[in-house]
């Protein structure tokens, strides 16, 4: 679809009427028909199911970061690490930008779906969802220098990279200036602004509040809170943080440069600025392999690996499944149940990354297989 190509309001609400109902959801093209400057005459009830089509592209993305970022995390052996410590903190992150957009999508009557174990559910290796950044594979391994370049790239900075020079792996399939054509930020920019314009309603109802999201988004200006925290923590970035500000409060690609740089972003008193300063010693890790397509399958693995693996895949699907109703009928105990559960993920995870791949090299790892239970 080129947007170039939509002249009149009957040709745009076609092409939302397309890709509501098609299945691979671009985000490129999402951003596209929402910043259309005929959005504003195209019938509204198109529209809303392009706003709610839009957030089930949000919720994908921040959903299919979790696991790769969990498994890095769980592959450092020490958990007081202060990388452990950084990347339990980007992950808690994603985890409140997941269920602030599920709030979002419920707010105008959408139902947020992250629980999928058909053939389009969400399987490792994978692509983001959306055709966001076609140039990454989402592998599940442990923490090492290739992961964190992916890393980086799925949280590159909308505007301009700061601190100092960013050289990506993937810096050819960048824009001529350096800068990549659509960075998530884009999506989330372009759904505030279909918000303010169309202002559906927005209600409470099948929302959710807690230690997982912070607030009920049932106003715009809720809206605009919920958004400036996912862009200023994450996705769209702008700035690292301001002089004022703590390293705390660095953004997720920031905090990834880190630990790739082996350097901590401290402020330069000789310039009171943001900088990388003191050295950040890579952390001690259990040297996870990259999980084969489809997961570490019965057949081909020990007894003991099995048991490990399908119990961790059985626990993770009842826990997506329960969150997940936590904005349908289970509600706030929903979420409770799904916080329970999160946390015996890694009585299944570590144990696993301790095993050796017998005649290769590296150990093996969890599968984040979502099943039928």
Same mark, same amino acid.
């Given at each position: 679809?080129?947007?170039?190509?939509?002249?009149?309001?009957?040709?745009?609400?076609?092409?939302?009427?397309?890709?509501?109902?098609?299945?691979?959801?671009?985000?490129?093209?999402?951003?596209?028909?929402?910043?259309?400057?005929?959005?504003?005459?195209?019938?509204?009830?198109?529209?809303?199911?392009?706003?709610?089509?839009?957030?089930?592209? !949000?919720?994908?993305?921040?959903?299919?970061?979790?696991?790769?970022?969990?498994?890095?995390?769980?592959?450092?052996?020490?958990?007081?690490?202060?990388?452990?410590?950084?990347?339990?903190?980007?992950?808690?992150?994603?985890?409140?930008? &997941?269920?602030?957009? !599920?709030?979002?999508?419920?707010?105008?009557?959408?139902?947020?779906?992250?629980?999928?174990?058909?053939?389009?559910?969400?399987? #490792?290796?994978?692509? &983001?969802?959306?055709?966001?950044?076609?140039?990454?594979?989402?592998?599940?391994?442990?923490?090492?220098?290739?992961?964190?370049?992916?890393?980086?790239?799925?949280?590159?900075?909308?505007?301009?990279?700061?601190?100092?020079? #960013?050289?990506?792996?993937?810096?050819? !399939?960048?824009?001529?200036?350096?800068?990549?054509?659509?960075?998530?930020?884009?999506?989330?920019?372009?759904?505030?602004?279909?918000?303010?314009? &169309?202002?559906?309603?927005?209600?409470?109802?099948?929302?959710?509040?807690?230690? &997982?999201?912070?607030?009920?988004?049932?106003?715009?200006?809720?809206?605009?809170?919920?958004?400036?925290?996912?862009?200023?923590?994450?996705?769209?970035?702008?700035?690292?943080?301001?002089?004022?500000?703590?390293?705390?409060?660095?953004?997720?690609?920031?905090?990834?440069?880190?630990?790739?740089?082996?350097?901590?972003?401290?402020?330069?008193?000789?310039?009171?600025? #943001?900088?990388?300063?003191?050295?950040?010693?890579?952390?001690?890790?259990?040297?996870?392999?990259?999980?084969?397509?489809?997961?570490?399958?019965?057949?081909?693995?020990?007894?003991?690996?099995?048991?490990?693996?399908?119990?961790?895949?059985?626990? #993770?699907?009842?826990?997506?499944?329960?969150?997940?109703?936590?904005?349908?009928?289970?509600?706030?105990?929903?979420?409770?149940?799904?916080?329970?559960?999160?946390?015996?993920?890694?009585?299944?995870?570590?144990?696993?990354?301790?095993?050796?791949?017998?005649?290769?090299?590296?150990?093996?790892?969890?599968?984040?297989?979502?099943?039928?239970?």
């Amino acid at each position: 679809m080129n947007s170039q190509n939509i002249t009149t309001t009957e040709n745009l609400n076609a092409s939302i009427d397309e890709i509501i109902q098609g299945d691979d959801k671009s985000m490129e093209e999402h951003v596209a028909l929402l910043n259309h400057n005929l959005i504003d005459s195209a019938d509204d009830e198109l529209r809303l199911a392009l706003l709610k089509d839009s957030l089930q592209v !949000c919720i994908d993305l921040e959903f299919g970061t979790i696991p790769i970022y969990l498994a890095a995390l769980w592959s450092i052996k020490d958990n007081l690490d202060p990388v452990a410590k950084s990347i339990r903190h980007i992950v808690q992150e994603e985890m409140l930008h &997941l269920a602030l957009v !599920c709030n979002l999508l419920s707010s105008i009557g959408g139902d947020p779906k992250i629980y999928d174990t058909s053939d389009k559910g969400l399987r #490792y290796p994978t692509k &983001l969802p959306g055709g966001v950044h076609p140039e990454l594979t989402l592998r599940l391994s442990g923490l090492n220098d290739d992961l964190l370049d992916d890393f980086l790239e799925i949280e590159l900075p909308q505007g301009e990279i700061q601190i100092a020079e #960013y050289d990506s792996k993937y810096k050819d !399939c960048h824009e001529h200036d350096g800068e990549h054509s659509t960075t998530i930020g884009a999506l989330y920019d372009a759904i505030n602004k279909e918000f303010h314009s &169309l202002k559906p309603e927005m209600k409470p109802d099948q929302q959710i509040s807690g230690p &997982l999201s912070w607030f009920i988004v049932d106003t715009l200006e809720k809206l605009d809170s919920a958004i400036h925290w996912i862009k200023e923590q994450g996705e769209g970035a702008v700035e690292p943080t301001e002089v004022k500000s703590s390293p705390e409060e660095l953004s997720h690609f920031y905090r990834f440069w880190e630990v790739r740089k082996r350097q901590k972003i401290e402020l330069d008193p000789a310039t009171g600025k #943001y900088a990388f300063m003191s050295p950040l010693a890579f952390p001690e890790i259990w040297p996870m392999a990259i999980v084969p397509e489809g997961g570490y399958q019965q057949n081909d693995v020990p007894e003991e690996v099995w048991e490990l693996s399908h119990q961790f895949d059985l626990v #993770y699907s009842k826990m997506i499944h329960t969150l997940q109703s936590a904005w349908g009928e289970g509600g706030q105990a929903a979420l409770w149940k799904a916080i329970e559960l999160m946390f015996d993920l890694e009585k299944f995870a570590i144990p696993l990354m301790k095993i050796p791949l017998p005649g290769k090299v590296g150990n093996y790892g969890p599968s984040f297989r979502l099943i039928e239970y």
